[in-house]
């Protein structure tokens, strides 16, 4: 299983790529020396720090004919990646 779930291109974390800050949606139980050494393997970049988030799932509901629809959206962690000053991560060379 993959440390690393996908890349957030997000306008937030778009701004933070001019100052070599990414973010990436993680597997939960990912720690941050594991979550630096996946991205320095993929991307070929020195990471200097990582920083974890945890975010719940919204409730979410919807109306229907015949009754009301309950549920949850996906837990997730969310890291945001520094790298060192002159290396770039890019998202779009693959495409």
């Known amino acids: 299983m993959s440390v690393l779930v996908k890349p957030l291109v997000t306008e937030?974390?778009?701004?933070?790529?001019?100052?070599?800050?990414?973010?990436?949606?993680?597997?939960?139980?990912?720690?941050?020396?594991?979550?630096?050494?996946?991205?320095?393997?993929?991307?070929?970049?020195?990471?200097e720090s990582v920083n974890t988030m945890?975010?719940?799932?919204?409730?979410?509901?919807?109306?229907?004919?015949?009754?009301?629809?309950?549920g949850r959206s996906s837990s997730y962690k969310k890291a945001i990646v520094t790298v060192s000053e002159g290396d770039v991560i890019d998202f779009y060379s693959e495409i």
């Open 12 to 47: 937030k974390v778009s701004a933070l790529n001019e100052k070599g800050m990414y973010g990436f949606v993680v597997d939960r139980k990912a720690n941050k020396v594991e979550i630096k050494r996946e991205v320095e393997k993929m991307y070929g970049v020195t990471v």
């Open 54 to 70: 945890n975010y719940l799932g919204k409730s979410k509901s919807r109306f229907t004919k015949s009754r009301v629809i309950t």
